[in-house]
């Protein structure tokens, strides 16, 4: 996941398009195109040794930072975050499993009868001095985290005050075994997922406050503030990437070999003492920073790209990229979802009492045409799926109503949820609460007589499907009188100004906001954080008790059904307005292959290259 102002997104962001001209040009049907790239290809050929593999990075959103935890402060997406240094879990790119254990610095974890002692032994990793990965290098990225977490709650995404890593104690009881020692037992599905976000950072290195100053002991809080605060000072430095010596010291399977500050481009080469699997055949690997989605795509086309990521709004150009030589491949990312998120706080034209009420958010969920916005050309054209839940599809842990949408598209029905609570419907006009009160058939709690349904929502620049079906959206709106106003914002805005947690100030701004996906832990995506109330990114301050209780079962407790009744309560209560889930397309040279787990991660925007190799 990528770390951009306070948000963890891997995120498939391209260009913008408009509704009006793309729902109306193009033509040809939308309706198979799906099955052009739905079958991935097998790994193929006798691999050679050497040369370079060209990355087009995802467009706008170059990285600017390069220590692993970036403050909310920076606006940082980290470079080769994964490559460079790993977690101690490395995350799965596939749905039904939380890790990729033959990629993880460490062996599974054993449990104590209550779960509240962990022991993790360390697999054989060197770093690229040479010395080994070691549990104290664990306990030391712990001890930063919470060092930044003390700074500032926002400073880690997923992060719950008095959760993971609160109550936790970390200790090396061994050079290769780490112990945990936890005050509140967690759900071992769920703690395992947040050991895929704990990077594994060099402690004998990195435990500096100045250059050439002394080792500090780490363990000690004011020591690790002043740590982490020299690191994050460091990185900074752009321009100082590739020269400053802490930034080489890696344990992933590369290092920097150069950073344009510029442009955002980068290159890697291998770390040649990397332990784990994969031989990196492959020299370098550059990763290319590009502003538009149709610059990548013209990139492609002239053969310059080794591997990326196509938008939607491109499809008709998968017969001329197969032609040039490249695979395609599409899915819907495992725990991926699509959403309008809803700012229940804002308070401009009684907004918040009016979405307070679950008969209006289900009314504005029946305006959404899922099915229509995946088929038109313009929009998703075809190459997407039906969701609505917080799972995403394919999920092992799938909400009560399986594929039966609780409250699916239909204005009529719409119409009348609005009607049957005391408003007055002026199709392309003006709905007004007529009956206000909080009794049956009544407007609800501080909706006065005259009230009107007009908010705004802030829609990102990018990818091309995001204003696309917004615009849908706010027409479907306009035909029941609700006036939806479209402000267009950079995502790097939004992403530091648009969410309850660290940016308050701005809480009026945005009514709702469509920033593109939001992916939740693969094998295990628990909506902790995002939709419990005291979560650190519940962007839209969401409150229900009862999905409290929820969230705390599937992240507590042991019942392996707690995450399900977790989905299928958020799904029926409507903390966002689902969308459908835009299939991420993947593209790479014929002549590039490796195992094909590793081209399906690439869905979630996992990177493997180590695994990779050119061929004949």
Not at 381 to 390: D, E, R
Not at 454 to 481: I, Q
């Amino acid at each position: 996941m990528t770390h951009v102002s306070g948000r963890q997104l891997s995120a498939a962001l391209a260009a913008i398009a408009v509704l009006a001209t793309a729902c109306t040009g193009g033509g040809g049907s939308t309706k198979d195109v799906a099955g052009s790239y739905a079958t991935p290809p097998k790994q193929t050929g006798t691999p050679k040794d050497g040369g370079t593999a060209t990355v087009a990075l995802t467009p706008g959103l170059s990285p600017n930072y390069i220590y692993p935890y970036p403050p909310a402060s920076a606006n940082g997406t980290v470079i080769a975050r994964g490559l460079m240094w790993r977690s101690l879990y490395r995350p799965s790119g596939a749905g039904d499993q939380i890790i990729d254990a033959e990629l993880s610095l460490a062996e599974q974890p054993s449990y104590s009868p209550d779960r509240k002692t962990v022991t993790i032994r360390m697999r054989d990793y060197t770093w690229s001095n040479g010395t080994p990965v070691t549990a104290d290098d664990v306990v030391f990225s712990f001890a930063l985290l919470k060092a930044a977490l003390a700074e500032s709650p926002a400073n880690w995404s997923f992060y719950t005050p008095g959760q993971f890593p609160d109550g936790v104690s970390a200790e090396a009881t061994a050079p290769d075994t780490l112990t945990l020692r936890l005050e509140t037992a967690y759900n071992p599905s769920y703690l395992l997922s947040m050991l895929t976000l704990l990077y594994v950072m060099p402690s004998k290195e990195w435990n500096i406050a100045r250059p050439g100053g002394p080792h500090l002991d780490y363990t000690q809080p004011k020591h690790a503030k002043a740590i982490y605060k020299y690191l994050t000072k460091e990185s900074e430095s752009q321009s100082t990437f590739a020269s400053n010596p802490l930034w080489q010291v890696v344990n992933g399977p590369y290092r920097l070999k150069s950073f344009d500050s510029t442009t955002g481009s980068f290159s890697l080469v291998p770390n040649e003492s990397y332990k784990g699997p994969g031989d990196s055949r492959l020299d370098q690997i550059d990763f290319k920073a590009f502003t538009s989605a149709a610059a990548v795509l013209n990139q492609f086309k002239a053969g310059n790209l080794t591997v990326g990521t196509l938008d939607s709004s491109f499809i008709t150009q998968i017969g001329a990229l197969k032609a040039k030589g490249y695979n395609v491949y599409g899915a819907p990312a495992p725990a991926r979802f699509d959403s309008l998120t809803i700012n229940f706080k804002n308070t401009a034209g009684n907004f918040d009492k009016i979405i307070a009420q679950a008969y209006v958010r289900q009314a504005l969920q029946r305006l959404i045409d899922q099915q229509g916005y995946i088929a038109s050309r313009g929009i998703y054209n075809g190459a997407g799926s039906p969701n609505y839940s917080t799972a995403g599809n394919g999920s092992p842990y799938p909400p009560a109503f399986g594929d039966k949408a609780p409250f699916p598209y239909d204005p009529a029905a719409a119409e009348k949820l609005l009607t049957d609570n005391g408003w007055k419907v002026v199709p392309n006009g003006s709905t007004t609460c007529e009956r206000p009160g909080t009794g049956p058939g009544e407007c609800g709690a501080g909706i006065p007589r005259g009230q009107t349904i007009s908010f705004t929502l802030a829609s990102a620049n990018t990818p091309a499907y995001v204003g696309a079906r917004d615009v849908a959206f706010a027409s479907a709106a306009k035909k029941l009188g609700i006036d939806v106003k479209i402000v267009t914002k950079a995502l790097n805005y939004m992403y530091a100004n648009y969410g309850n947690t660290f940016a308050p100030a701005t809480t009026n701004e945005w009514a709702m906001q469509d920033f593109g996906p939001l992916y939740l832990a693969a094998g295990y995506p628990s909506s902790n954080t995002v939709f419990n109330t005291e979560g650190s990114f519940n962007l839209g301050s969401y409150h229900n008790a009862e999905v409290d209780k929820s969230i705390d079962a599937s992240t507590f407790g042991a019942d392996a059904k707690a995450l399900s009744t977790e989905v299928t309560r958020l799904a029926e209560d409507l903390p966002v307005l689902f969308l459908p889930t835009p299939h991420t397309l993947v593209v790479w040279k014929d002549t590039l292959s490796g195992p094909q787990s590793s081209f399906n991660a690439l869905l979630s925007f996992l990177y493997t290259p180590e695994l990779w190799y050119f061929h004949d």
